[in-house]
């Protein structure tokens, strides 16, 4: 968030009551106003595709408000023709005739000689898991594997614990790298790799999947992902060739532990 | 009154100390030490029990994992991690505002805590409050019994405002940078190479670098020019770095300035490398100078944990990058700052190397390489080869430069452990000068083995770095995940006539829309007016 | 304008922008896994890829065989070599017969020092078809010697194999052809589960595992049960760790067995006190 | 209004005598054309029993899924329609009101034509499914065997109780003649249940072995998503027959030529969009539910639908949405200026729109982002700190819940409209609907933060509270304001009929939206399934196994949305000849001229 474009931009608005523009001047001044918010005021600035996105909303809406009543549309035909007809707007008339084409033939100057950008990229970040994986010659179905450790979160905390604490020593001797010491996905590799490692501590990400799911991404890492997930610039190692199976299902454990997340479970319906 | 003649002392002590060994040095604090006996700590604030009963939770569940329940840095963890996690028993504190061999403020704990330090293993704390930073801090302090006695009370030296920068103080700040040997550590463009670089030790022996002072945004303790002026004047206690009393004092900040003038604010890492186009092919014999005026991108190397041989320190932590094409050659410029040019030695990519090296064989050294890599096939679309050397489905190109015999390979890889030659179609050349490697690669652009580089295409690109000293090699190294290479376009498009398309386009656009609204509105619009 | 052709176009942006809007957002194919079938035109090289993937996956060989290790301790002969020395184990056997002799019928010739107790894998549980076997066989002949053979090799064991395995995604990968829940008996479940190529339970004959002659009075009914659905919990002495939960994991057994079916295994396994 | 005259009244130009003959002649040559051509363009068969064939140029995917889905879209419109029109009678019947029989009557009318493209459209799907994908029919009869035929019967049904409520308008008691409505009702969604269990059946195959054979036919077609499904579509069905229906009124209006003609076409227009968006309100609610059973029946076929390509999907889709909601609360705030005493809400309308915009905004706002690597560096990662927070289903939930709540004041705005309360206790009505509001959206926005900080399965059932709350403020505030507008006085009159076109045209683009967003809910039911026929049991093995890129699905769905509205054109234009007067020979000529008969009319 930067305060201060948005501040600026709503004392600016609010300035503007006082002037009472037409209606169509109001839109324009709307959508303006609205584009630097977005372009500006929001930090880290959000990606070009939803800008544009988000503006063709914002567009439409402007456009709805200017037509749903009819004095209003009628108010902005009259501008609209007025400029076009009335000799008192000949100069700006003629102005915008001229600049509108320089303007679009910079535009496309420009385009052609900027800097080359990277292809955008687009992978699904939680594709869906195959049925079953084979971990070191092992057929786990992960449609009905369970953390075989979970359940003694209940029934014997003490060992519970203890198999958190394996967990910790494996995270910290293998994922901490690049998922950081917080969980983030803010390890001191992290800056090396694109896309950035998963953040634990959003609760988008483990606390919105099953533990199964974990399981298989880290067994499988970057290399077992489908084909829907390419580009696979995941750098995430396939940890089946490190880690023994209860080390993954310790090293679960603890991440949920650390970040105080709860794993998905399978609701029980029908 | 008491604590004023103190710090008067102390500083008299430091400027003494700078040409003192470490035993001097612990002859001087027990010096020191007799002489504030009679001081009394009554002023030291070690917090409450249930503060440090806060921070000692904290530690536990964030901190004891590197630095161990005792505070004296796991062993585990300290073969791992470069540099090692501090020893707190040892109240040897790097990064203070007290002079070299004193105790560290409070504030200088929770600095380190909040701040950590980039590039190593110690990551900033933003998720802790200002409160539990506090107790964290308390907690730390009773490692060491040094913190409740007279050391316990310490003052923070003055530190002053940064003066302005000039071309001169940094002219002047070159010569005090000579005068006080900085080079014999830093080397002389100050990359990290100078002489004695490979030599150093910490307090514990284990090896340590020379900061790299080109590359600012790096610097443990801070990259501001107050950081910088702090580091020299307090030096870090437990590493080879002395604290340096340079008189007159504007010297001081014109070291600073010049420190401060070898590198940009910020890494500014890249994301795409152009390769520009030139008529004539790459002529090897010219070097560096064939690729002047391009502006290089630097990307950041690091460690590779997936295959053995896993280094988790890699010695080098960027490349820059430069590329060329011509109509039938293309070439990189690969740039990195190295302590030292190992070029007796094995290396190649497929060499194995093990996880974990105990007790290394040191009768065998390895050299330094570098390599530049392609997915085999470009036309793949998205789809890329897995970044480290391929996948059984895509294979990837390596252009592998031994810098020991100084010749190139072109391998291809279908996973880390399926790398095979494919054929000797490279040229290469390499060149260190002042601790930094200049290695060009050359190859020809052809249609059949997938080498074309069509003009205006981006092609994935990664990189790889080893680094010799660091015994580095096969799966061992520093790398890069995938990046572009753009190859531009020889003959632009000149923008003139889409331009001018446009642009009338637009202008018909209007004139028409005018002509049109004048037309159907034009006589009752022209009655209202 | 007419109204009707007013509407006409009008419809006609509409579906363009929506159009035009699913060309905005990311266009990504996805394809189907790809099958582990096997494709007449394979290269041996190609076919000896597959079989590793085979050897690894749903061959289950890993359980019990090791590749290119040493271990004197050995249960099973290791394969890191048998591409070198299959042409010379049996006088006037070819390579391919060979290896196709001991995966069709692996008891007829036993390598020395060794047991038997290998499965046919053309048979279920395993139940590999023909061409799958030959994969696996190109595999075995590239560790440490050429492979040679493609889906083309004939052998005198051909056609003996599991029916083929057009109903790909059907039958699942590996495994028993044991149905969940199939309700079975203690015998039931010894047999189907295969317990029989690893151990004896009737004569005290050690095979890869302990005898079962006795095990009713040596462990008590939940040691038993332990050591079925935790091998490694307890280990006999003098036998590796790893073999079983692999062998029983590969064969889909601890998904398959219901609690009923385990609770008649284990009576029925209490029931041999050795007399 | 000078130009009135010129606009030529298409409806009444008659047809060149010849043009049916004509037509039938070049459309039975063309298809004789292409039986006559299989040599040349189908490709053979080479075996004797194959699994699949291919159809010509545009493959049998594409073939069947467009098939599919105009069945499809004629089925719901069939079945919506008598469910309102059996509404609207017995609204008729108790207010006495004979505009709402007359109303019900015209949109029976649309129904015959439908129901026979209806009948021809799946029958062409059947003989398509059986040419191209004989192996998938075989299995599915194998497992639904006998359900067909009830299927067939009431289908016979359908047509009885159909055609017996169209041409018995007027002639029976009105209590027979709703008895035969209700009858046509219960018989059309038996129809659709029986239906939706062969197709969910191939999502959530259930009651089989391993290996596929049936052991329960109750189980194959009680599966985990049939229920969701009958429910989901029943809703989606009125909202969408509500759409084409107020289309049908649009149409008539913009090329009606009388005042009175004018207002009957506005006010069907109004009925039929206020039937569509009413259904829209729950129909989220309903997808949720769907989405939950198939989370439940499978975490990779759920996480297929929400977490991966389709999340994409998911994305257009609230575009479709969104425009719906805004087109629709655009409408009436348009109507609102017909109606006199309305211009006191204007000043509200501003509100409204923000709501509108920020829901519509989040509501759009996908969690993955498509951005440059530079781009994705700065936001530290393919989440964005801010937006990607917007991007999951709490604010979703949240989003769209305010969104309904929106456009319900929208409605309960054009509804006081003229109106003046006199009850005494008008202040504090208002005050108790307002509070209602207040609350409403404090709780359901709390419960959609909350949702950030509590497990996923808690997180989900937060949806339940929200959508209770929506629900709950709805209905009081109706109840309230029911009693709070009792015998209210008139500020004005609604002036029917003075509607301007481009109201008419949003109700068109809220029939194509709909009829689009409903091609979108075809595409991934049936591509969530990746490469199955039947999810987990039968693979599909044929060369379209892939599922396609959404760019290309989009511009199947805008063909075949193409062709839907040409078909219903045909509809609209067949209905419209049963209001015309009977042809009379004229003096002189014995066919008319365009021309003349344009002044005739005018005339």
């Not at chain 2, 604590?3 to 003192?20: C, D, E, N, Q, R």
């Not at chain 2, 601790?435 to 205006?456: M, Y």
């Not at chain 4, 969910?200 to 969701?228: R, V």
Request: overall charge negative; glycine content about 8%.
């Amino acid at each position: 968030m930067n305060i201060l474009v948005i501040l600026a931009v709503v004392v600016v608005m609010f300035g503007l009551r006082f002037l009472k523009p037409n209606a169509l001047a109001w839109a324009a001044i709307w959508w303006i106003g609205v584009y630097l918010v977005f372009r500006y005021g929001v930090d880290p600035p959000m990606p070009t595709s939803i800008l544009g996105m988000f503006m063709f909303i914002i567009s439409l809406v402007l456009v709805a408000y200017v037509t749903a009543a009819n004095d209003r549309i009628r108010e902005v035909a009259d501008t609209l023709i007025a400029f076009f007809v009335n000799p008192e707007y000949k100069v700006a008339l003629g102005l915008t005739l001229v600049l509108l084409p320089l303007l679009v033939a910079f535009q496309v100057y420009s385009g052609m000689s900027g800097q080359p950008q990277a292809p955008l990229l687009a992978r699904t970040i939680h594709p869906p898991p195959p049925g079953s994986i084979s971990y070191q010659g092992k057929q786990i179905d992960l449609l009905t594997v369970h953390n075989p450790f979970r359940g003694l979160e209940q029934s014997d905390p003490t060992v519970f614990e203890a198999h958190v604490a394996g967990g910790r020593a494996v995270y910290y001797q293998n994922c901490v790298y690049c998922h950081g010491d917080n969980m983030e996905g803010d390890g001191f590799f992290a800056h090396g790799f694109n896309p950035i490692p998963a953040n634990f501590q959003d609760p988008t990400t483990i606390a919105m999947l099953q533990e199964s799911y974990l399981f298989w991404r880290i067994a499988k890492g970057a290399p077992g992902l489908p084909s829907e997930s390419t580009p696979w610039l995941s750098a995430m190692p396939a940890w089946e060739t490190f880690l023994s199976e209860e080390e993954i299902w310790e090293v679960i454990l603890f991440i949920y532990d650390y970040t105080e997340q709860r794993p998905r479970v399978s609701e029980e319906v029908h | 009154m008491t604590t004023i003649s103190v710090s008067a002392m102390t500083k008299k002590l430091v400027s003494a100390m700078t040409t003192l060994s470490v035993s001097a040095m612990i002859l001087a604090s027990t010096s020191m030490f007799v002489l504030v006996e009679t001081v009394s700590a009554q002023n030291v604030d070690l917090g409450t029990e249930a503060q440090r009963e806060a921070g000692r939770q904290i530690y536990e569940l964030k901190c004891a994992h590197c630095h161990a329940s005792d505070g004296a840095g796991d062993p585990v963890m300290s073969t791992l991690l470069r540099p090692a996690p501090r020893d707190f028993t040892a109240s040897t504190f790097k990064f203070r505002t007290t002079a070299s061999g004193e105790l560290p403020s409070d504030e200088d704990i929770k600095q380190s805590i909040r701040n950590g330090m980039p590039y190593t293993a110690m990551p900033p704390w933003p998720s802790l409050s200002e409160k539990e930073v506090t107790n964290l801090m308390y907690f730390i302090k009773t490692f060491s019994t040094d913190f409740a006695g007279v050391f316990g009370e310490v003052v923070p030296l003055e530190m002053p405002d940064p003066p302005g920068m000039s071309d001169e103080s940094i002219t002047r700040g070159r010569e005090v940078y000579v005068e006080n040997q900085c080079a014999d550590c830093h080397g002389d463009q100050g990359r990290g190479d100078g002489k004695s670089a490979p030599t150093l030790e910490d307090s514990w022996n284990y090896p340590i670098r020379a900061a790299d002072l080109t590359k600012r945004w790096a610097f443990r303790g801070g990259s501001s020019r107050s950081d910088i002026f702090r580091t020299f004047t307090t030096g870090l206690d437990g590493s080879p770095m002395p604290s340096f009393d340079i008189q007159p004092e504007e010297d001081q900040w014109n070291l600073v300035d010049y420190v401060y003038s070898l590198s940009r604010d910020n890494a500014g890492y890249g994301t795409v490398v152009t390769a520009h186009t030139v008529s004539d092919p790459i002529d090897l014999s010219a070097g560096a100078a064939s690729f002047d005026g391009i502006k290089p991108v630097l990307f950041p190397i690091v460690g590779q944990i997936i295959e053995p041989g896993r280094a988790f320190f890699p010695g080098v932590n960027a490349v820059e990058v430069r590329a060329l094409v011509s109509p039938s050659t293309v070439s990189f410029m690969l740039q990195w700052n190295d302590m030292s040019a190992d070029r007796a030695g094995k290396t190649g990519p497929s060499l194995p190397a093990p996880d974990r090296e105990a007790e290394p064989d040191t009768s065998i050294t390895y050299a330094d390489a570098v390599a530049i890599q392609f997915p085999t096939d470009v036309s793949a679309g998205a789809e890329q080869p897995y970044f480290i050397f391929g996948d059984r489905k895509l294979s990837a190109d390596i252009w592998f430069a031994d810098l020991a015999t100084s010749s190139a390979t072109h391998y291809v890889g279908s996973g880390a452990d399926r790398i095979e030659v494919s054929g000797p179609d490279l040229a290469m050349s390499a060149t260190f000068d002042a601790g930094q490697w200049t290695v060009i690669f050359s190859r020809a652009r052809t249609e059949e083995n997938h080498a074309a580089f069509k003009e205006g295409t981006f092609v994935p690109i990664a990189f790889s770095v080893w680094d010799g000293f660091s015994r580095e090699r096969g799966s061992r190294r520093g790398l890069t995940t995938w990046y572009y290479l753009y190859v531009d376009v020889a003959e632009k498009p000149s923008p003139v006539l889409p331009m001018m398309a446009w642009g009338f386009a637009t202008l018909l656009l209007g004139l028409g829309t005018t002509f049109l609204v004048r037309r159907k509105f034009g006589n009752t619009e022209s009655d209202r007016g | 304008m007419n109204t009707g052709v007013k509407i006409f176009l009008f419809v006609l942006a509409i579906l363009a922008f929506y159009s035009y809007v699913g060309q905005m957002v990311p266009q990504k194919i996805t394809y189907p896994p790809e099958t582990a079938e096997l494709a007449a035109d394979m290269t041996t090289e190609e076919l000896a890829v597959a079989g590793a993937e085979i050897v690894a996956g749903k061959g289950t060989c890993l359980g019990c065989h090791t590749i290119g290790s040493s271990d004197a301790s050995l249960r099973f002969p290791d394969l890191g070599n048998i591409g070198a020395v299959a042409g010379s184990r049996i006088d006037g056997m070819s390579e391919i017969e060979y290896l196709a002799e001991s995966l069709y019928d692996p008891d007829s010739y036993i390598v020395d020092r060794f047991l038997p107790g290998m499965p046919a894998i053309g048979k279920p549980p395993i139940g590999l078809t023909d061409d799958e076997i030959l994969a696996v066989m190109a595999y075995l002949q590239s560790l440490g010697g050429t492979s040679t053979v493609t889906l083309a090799t004939t052998h005198s064991f051909t056609g003996q194999g599991a029916s083929g395995s057009d109903g790909a995604g059907a039958t699942p990968s590996g495994g028993a052809a044991v149905a969940l829940g199939a309700g079975l008996d203690g015998p039931g479940v010894f047999a189907a589960f295969l317990c029989g190529t690893c151990h004896t339970i009737d004569k005290p004959d050690r095979l890869v595992g302990p005898s079962l002659f006795d095990v009713g009075s040596r462990l008590s009914k939940a040691e038993i049960y332990e050591a079925v659905m935790d091998p490694d919990a307890t280990l006999a002495e003098g036998y590796p760790g790893g073999v079983m939960p692999a062998t029983l994991g590969a064969s889909g057994f601890f998904q398959k067995v219901s609690p009923e079916e385990i609770r008649a295994l284990v009576d029925y396994l209490a029931s041999h006190t050795g007399e | 209004m000078k130009d009135l005259r010129l606009i030529k009244d298409y409806r009444q130009k008659p047809l060149p005598a010849l043009l049916p003959v004509a037509i039938a002649i070049l459309v039975t040559a063309f298809i004789a054309a292409l039986v006559a051509l299989p040599a040349a363009a189908i490709p053979q068969d080479a075996v004797a029993n194959p699994e699949y064939r291919a159809f010509p140029v545009i493959g049998s995917r594409v073939a069947i899924w467009v098939v599919a889905q105009l069945h499809l879209m004629f089925a719901a419109f069939v079945l919506a329609v008598p469910m309102f029109a059996v509404i609207i009678e017995i609204i008729g019947m108790v207010t006495k009101d004979k505009r709402y029989d007359a109303l019900a009557h015209e949109f029976t009318k649309l129904l015959s034509v439908s129901f026979s493209l209806t009948a021809t459209l799946g029958a062409l799907m059947v003989v398509m499914l059986v040419v191209l994908y004989p192996g998938v029919t075989q299995y599915m009869v194998s497992i639904f065997s006998w359900s067909f035929f009830p299927y067939i019967l009431l289908f016979f049904l359908e047509a009885v109780f159909l055609y017996s409520y169209y041409y018995g308008w007027g002639k029976f008691s009105p209590k027979v003649h709703l008895s035969l409505g209700i009858a046509l009702n219960i018989v059309g969604t038996a129809i659709m249940f029986i239906a939706n269990a062969w197709l969910t059946f191939m999502n959530t195959p259930n009651g089989i072995s391993e290996t596929g054979a049936l052991l329960s036919m109750a189980d194959a077609m009680n599966n985990f998503i049939w229920m969701p499904i009958n429910i989901h579509r029943m809703i989606a069905n009125v909202a969408f027959g509500g759409s084409i229906a107020a289309a049908y009124g649009a149409y008539k209006y913009l090329g009606a030529k009388t005042q009175e003609e004018k207002a009957h076409y506005d006010w069907m227009g109004y009925v039929g969009n206020f039937i569509s968006i009413s259904a829209l309100l729950p129909l989220p609610f309903a997808g949720y539910w769907l989405g939950k059973e198939i989370y439940a029946y499978s975490q990779s076929l759920g996480i297929t639908l929400m977490g991966g390509t389709f999340s994409w999907l998911f994305i257009i889709q609230a575009v479709l949405i969104g425009n719906l909601f805004l087109a629709a609360n655009y409408y009436l705030w348009v109507s609102m200026e017909r109606i006199e005493g309305a211009e006191r809400f204007r000043k509200f309308i501003k509100y409204l729109l923000a709501s509108i915009a920020i829901t519509y905004l989040v509501w759009a706002t996908p969690h993955s982002l498509v951005a440059t690597v530079e781009e994705a560096r700065k936001m530290g990662g393919a989440h964005h700190p801010m937006l990607g927070v917007l991007g999951v289903m709490s604010a979703k939930n949240t989003a769209v819940n305010i969104l309904i709540l929106t456009t319900y004041i929208s409605f309960l705005l054009y509804r006081r409209g003229n109106k003046e309360p006199t009850v005494s206790w008008v202040k504090a009505g208002n005050f108790a609907q307002l509070a209602i509001f207040i609350g409403a959206v404090a709780i359901v926005i709390f419960l959609g933060i909350f949702g950030y900080f509590v497990e996923a399965k808690v997180r989900i059932a937060l949806s339940v509270p929200q959508v209770a709350v929506v629900l709950f403020t709805m209905i009081s505030v109706t109840i309230i304001d029911i009693y709070l507008y009792r015998g209210a006085r008139s500020r004005g009159k609604i002036k029917w009929g003075e509607m301007p076109a481009r109201a008419q045209y949003v109700l068109f683009f809220i029939a194509v939206t709909f009829a689009w967003t409903m091609g979108l809910m075809g595409y991934v039911r049936a591509g969530m399934r990746q490469h199955w026929h039947v999810f987990g049991v039968m693979a599909d093995t044929s060369p379209d196994a892939f599922t396609p890129t959404l760019g290309f699905a989009s511009n199947v769905i805008s063909v075949t949305v193409l062709i839907f509205f040409s078909f219903i054109a045909v509809v609209f234009w067949l209905t419209g000849l049963a209001g015309k007067k009977d042809w009379e020979p004229k003096e002189g000529a014995l066919i008319p001229d365009g021309e003349h008969a344009d002044e005739e009319v005018v005339r």
